[in-house]
């Protein structure tokens, strides 16, 4: 579904990602690991085409969209949850949900999935963003990026600052989404038994590069909890 091939980026003169390739498979949760500052988060912007790439490619189902804007990226079918959540405080969650349908035609009705998916929206739905937990913000993010229906689901840290409970929420959610069959997920995570318990491919990264790379059932015996460490 997603075949990235040499990417290269760099701010100012720092160069952060040196010849990044993966590929990232429908049914499948890639996980990307590392310690803060080696380029994770800089990966998922170049996806998204937050950031432009110096050199390399990005393809989506076979379609190249290495020099594609952000929206087209998302009316192609990537989704993504930044890091930080970035939902709008002062909308409701209802209204968060339909910003997630800007790229769908007008009048498209919000998936009555995303609130089996996550039934606290449901609840709240006319409440504000800003209003919610911080938990109930990560779910209502990554609800807004399934919106539209994706083929690549793209989380920045979706456990960072949330409560055990709905940790183990969305990494059900995410277990369920990948399962389907019919989305690749791109994980970055930092806490390593939540990526263990979900990745079926694992990438390490240090300083702009993936320095090992496998199966997700192989991190334990491959010392992946070490490398992270080191």
């Not at 999935?113 to 929206?121: A, D, I």
């Amino acid at each position: 579904m997603l075949k990235v091939e040499g990417l290269n980026q760099y701010y100012g003169g720092s160069h952060i990602l040196r010849g990044v390739s993966f590929e990232a498979r429908l049914g499948e949760v890639t996980v990307v690991l590392g310690r803060n500052g080696v380029g994770k988060t800089t990966l998922l912007k170049s996806l998204m085409g937050v950031v432009p790439v110096k050199t390399g490619t990005v393809q989506l189902d076979g379609r190249e969209l290495t020099r594609s804007t952000p929206y087209e990226r998302v009316r192609a079918g990537m989704g993504y949850v930044p890091q930080g959540r970035e939902i709008f405080g002062r909308l409701t969650v209802e209204e968060n949900l339909r910003m997630g349908l800007a790229s769908r035609p007008a009048g498209t009705k919000i998936p009555d999935e995303l609130f089996t998916l996550f039934p606290v929206l449901k609840q709240m739905i006319a409440r504000r963003g800003g209003d919610l937990s911080g938990g109930q913000q990560q779910q209502l993010a990554i609800a807004r990026a399934l919106a539209p229906g994706p083929k690549l689901l793209i989380l920045d840290e979706p456990t960072e600052g949330i409560q055990p409970s709905i940790i183990k929420d969305i990494g059900r959610v995410i277990r369920m989404l990948a399962d389907r069959g019919d989305m690749a997920i791109v994980l970055v995570e930092q806490y390593y038994d939540f990526a263990a318990e979900l990745a079926d491919q694992y990438l390490v990264m240090e300083r702009g590069e993936i320095i090992a790379r496998g199966r997700g059932e192989d991190m334990q015996a491959n010392g992946v909890r070490e490398l992270m460490s080191i």
